[in-house]
C-alpha cells in the first residue's frame, strides 16, 4: 500500500466558514423563512412553495410549474431557472447551456438541499449575485419531492439530527422510500419524476441527502458512481478526472473538505479501514450513471449544525455550476460517446456487470478528519459506549480500499421479447425511455430463455414487496411469441437500464421486487392426483423409452426412491405436469442471441 493524494481532500486542515450571514437580509420579502430563524427552522410546504412563486413572479429569469400530484393530492413544485427565461430542455440546449437538476427532500426529514436552493437562487436572481453561473448552466429545481413525507411534520423525527428544529419523514404517504423506487417506480410521485428525467436528461442530477451512523469532522460527503462499471467508461473517466477532482479541490477551497461516503471495516473506527460502497440503480446516482448522465449523491452529516450543512450545500451546487460550465463541451462530448456506446454492437462484447466486492489487498493509505473518543462501559446499557470529543480532532491515517471485481455479470442479448399480457411491465420500460416496437404477427423465433426452478421469497417486506432471489436454468429454445408481443433493440443508449429491469438476477430487477411471482413460483392448480400416476405412468413407460431408462437408472442409483412408492408416483406427476404447464416457469423477456434475427424483426 501506498500513500496517494485522493481527490484533493488529504492534508487540509478543517477550516469551516464562519457562520455567519454576508446576504443582504434589508427586503423581508426576499429572507427565507430559515433565514430568519437563523437556521433553526425549515419551511413547511405551503411556506416553501410561496416563496418558489414570490421568485418566480419577482424575475423572468424564474419559471415556477409542477410535474405531477402526490397520493395525498399535493402537487410535486418544480423551479426551471434560465438566464433569458427559457422553459424547455431543447430551447436550453440551442443557447448552449447544460442543465443540472437539483433534487431535495426525496427524504423528506433531510431538507437541507430545499434551503440551500431557495437561498441560492434567491442570492442569483434577486440580489444578482454570481449570476455568470446561469451563463452556460440551466437549474432545474425539486425544492420538495417527497411532498407527502414532508408534511408529517414533528420534532420526534429523526431526534439525533443537529436541526432543524422540525421536519418530515424519510417514507412517502404510502411508506415508501422513494430512493429504492428509481427502477421499480412504484409511487406515483417516482412515476412522475420518470418523465421529468426523460424530458429534461440534465447533465448533471444532485440529490441531496443527511447521513446516519459514523462521527467525524466533514459537513458533507458524497457518492459518484466512478469505482464500478456502472458509468460507461469514457463518462467515467470524465467524471473521476474532471468533476469529482474538481469539486474536491473547490469545496476544500471553500472551508469544506470532502470525503466520499462510506463505511467502516469495523464500525466506529476509521482506523479499520475505508470501504466505500457501488450504488445501483435503485437509487439516485446510479440510476444517472445507468441512463450514461453523471449523478452526485450529497450526504451532508447529520451531527453538524443545520446552519453548516445548507451553506455546505450551497457551495456544492455552485462548485458544480462553474465546472460545468467550464467543461461544457467535454461533457457533452462524454456523454454524446456513452450514448453511442451503451446503443452499439461493441458494448456487448463484453459482460454487463451488476455486482461487485472489494478486493481488500487493493489499497491506500489516506489521512481521515475524525474525533478523538474512549470507550466505556455503558451506565445505561452496561455495553461498550463509543463517545467522541468534539475538541479533540485528529487525522487517522488508513487504508482505503481502491478496487472492485465484478461478482455478478450478463451477457446482454441482441434483444429482448417481451410477451403483450405484460402491460405494467412494458408501461414502465416506457417511464425509462427504453424504446420498443409491437410485432405485429405471431412467429416462431430461437431464443436463449430462463427457466425458473426454485425461489427464496423474504422472510419480511421491503417496500410492500417481498424481495425474491430466484433460481433458473438457462437454454435455446423455439418458441412462438404471439402478436402485440415488443422487441427491445438492445441498439439504444438505454440497453444498460433495460437489463437492469429484465434480467432477473439484476440487483433490483423486476424479478427481485416481485412483478414475476406468479412464474416464479407458478401458483396454478394441477388438476390430476397423484394416485392416478398408477395409470398414466404405465402408459408412459409404454411409449417413451427414454424415460423408461431415466426410471430404471433412478431406482437403481436411489434405493430410498425405489422403496417408497409415493416418491415414484410423483416422478410420474411431475413429468405429466411440466408437460401440461410447460411455459409456467418461463422468464416473460425472451432473450434475442443474433443480430440478424433482430433484423428480420423490424
Keep these: 500500500m501506498k500513500k496517494i493524494l485522493i481527490s484533493g481532500m488529504l492534508g487540509l486542515s478543517l477550516a469551516f466558514p464562519v457562520l455567519s450571514q454576508d446576504r443582504p437580509l434589508t427586503n423581508n420579502r426576499f429572507v427565507t423563512d430559515c433565514e430568519k430563524s437563523d437556521f433553526v427552522k425549515t419551511p413547511r410546504y405551503a411556506e416553501t412553495l410561496d416563496f418558489c412563486r414570490r421568485l418566480a413572479e419577482s424575475s423572468p429569469m424564474v419559471h415556477y410549474t409542477t410535474f405531477g400530484t402526490s397520493p395525498e393530492g399535493r402537487e410535486l413544485p418544480l423551479l426551471i431557472v434560465d438566464k433569458d427565461g427559457l422553459r424547455t430542455p431543447g430551447e436550453i440546449r440551442r443557447k448552449g447551456r447544460v442543465i443540472i437538476l437539483v433534487e431535495s427532500c426525496i427524504h423528506s426529514g433531510e431538507p ?7 437561498i441560492l437562487l434567491r442570492d442569483m436572481v434577486i440580489h444578482r449575485k454570481q449570476l455568470d453561473l446561469l451563463d452556460n448552466v440551466s437549474f432545474v429545481f425539486i425544492p420538495i419531492f417527497n411532498v407527502d413525507g414532508h408534511e408529517n411534520f414533528s420534532a420526534r423525527n429523526r431526534i439525533n439530527q443537529n436541526g432543524p428544529e422540525e421536519l418530515g419523514t424519510r417514507a412517502t404517504a404510502q411508506l415508501l422510500n422513494l430512493n429504492r423506487d428509481f427502477l421499480k417506480a412504484d409511487a406515483p410521485e417516482m412515476r412522475a419524476w420518470l418523465k421529468l428525467y426523460n424530458q429534461w436528461m440534465p447533465e448533471l442530477f444532485i440529490d441531496v441527502h443527511v447521513t446516519n451512523g459514523a462521527d467525524f469532522q466533514y459537513v458533507m460527503t458524497y457518492s459518484i ?3 464500478g462499471t456502472h458509468l460507461e467508461e469514457g463518462l467515467r473517466q470524465w467524471t473521476a478526472n474532471v468533476y469529482e477532482r474538481s469539486l474536491n479541490e ?9 470525503f466520499p461516503y462510506f463505511s467502516f471495516r469495523t464500525y466506529n473506527a ?3 479501514g475505508i470501504l466505500i460502497d457501488i450504488f445501483d440503480p435503485r437509487y439516485s446516482q446510479g440510476y444517472a450513471a445507468a441512463r450514461n448522465r453523471v449523478g452526485l449523491l450529497i450526504e451532508n452529516h447529520i451531527y453538524k449544525p443545520y446552519k453548516q450543512r445548507v451553506l455546505a450545500t450551497i457551495e456544492a451546487i455552485k462548485a458544480s455550476a ?4 467550464e467543461h461544457k463541451e467535454s461533457l457533452l462530448g462524454a456523454i454524446r460517446h456513452a450514448d453511442q456506446v451503451v446503443g452499439s454492437p461493441a458494448f456487448r462484447t463484453q459482460p454487463m456487470n451488476l455486482a461487485f466486492q472489494p478486493v481488500h489487498k487493493d489499497s491506500v493509505w489516506v489521512d481521515f478528519l475524525s474525533w478523538g473518543r474512549d470507550t466505556v462501559k455503558s451506565d ?3 455495553g461498550q459506549w ?3 470529543d468534539y475538541k479533540q480532532p485528529v487525522t487517522v491515517h488508513t487504508p482505503l480500499i481502491t478496487s472492485y471485481e465484478p461478482t455478478l455479470s450478463v451477457r446482454l442479448p441482441e434483444a429482448y421479447i417481451l410477451m403483450p399480457q405484460w402491460g405494467k411491465v412494458i408501461e414502465l420500460l416506457g417511464l425509462h425511455g427504453i424504446r420498443y416496437t409491437r410485432l405485429t404477427e405471431p412467429r416462431a423465433i430461437e431464443v436463449e430463455t430462463y427457466r425458473y426452478t426454485n425461489a427464496t421469497f423474504a422472510t419480511r417486506q421491503s417496500e410492500g414487496r417481498i424481495p425474491v432471489k430466484a433460481e433458473y436454468t438457462t437454454q435455446r429454445e423455439t418458441l412462438t411469441y404471439p402478436a402485440g408481443s415488443i422487441l427491445i433493440d438492445m441498439n439504444q443508449p438505454s440497453a444498460r437500464v433495460a437489463a437492469w429491469l429484465l434480467e432477473p438476477s439484476a440487483p433490483g430487477s423486476l424479478t427481485y421486487w416481485g412483478f414475476f411471482n406468479q412464474i416464479v413460483q407458478s401458483a396454478n392448480e394441477f388438476w390430476i392426483s397423484v394416485p392416478y400416476m398408477e395409470v398414466k405412468g404405465r402408459e408412459l413407460l409404454e411409449r ?3 424415460l423408461r431408462k431415466e426410471f430404471e437408472d433412478r431406482k437403481q442409483a436411489d434405493p430410498a426412491f425405489a422403496a417408497d412408492p409415493r416418491a415414484i408416483l410423483e416422478f410420474f406427476y411431475e413429468k405429466v405436469r411440466k408437460t401440461a404447464h410447460q411455459n409456467n416457469e418461463l422468464h416473460p423477456a425472451w432473450r434475442i442471441m443474433k443480430r440478424e434475427q433482430v433484423r428480420g424483426l423490424i
Design 270 to 272: 476509521p482506523e479499520s
Design 225 to 227: 458512481e466512478t469505482r
Design 250 to 258: 473547490r469545496m476544500a477551497a471553500a472551508g469544506y473538505p470532502l
Design 386 to 388: 463509543v463517545r467522541h
Design 544 to 546: 417413451d423409452p427414454a
Design 112 to 118: 437541507d438541499g430545499k434551503d440551500a436552493t431557495l
Design 322 to 325: 462553474r465546472i460545468l460550465s
Design 380 to 382: 445505561l446499557s452496561g
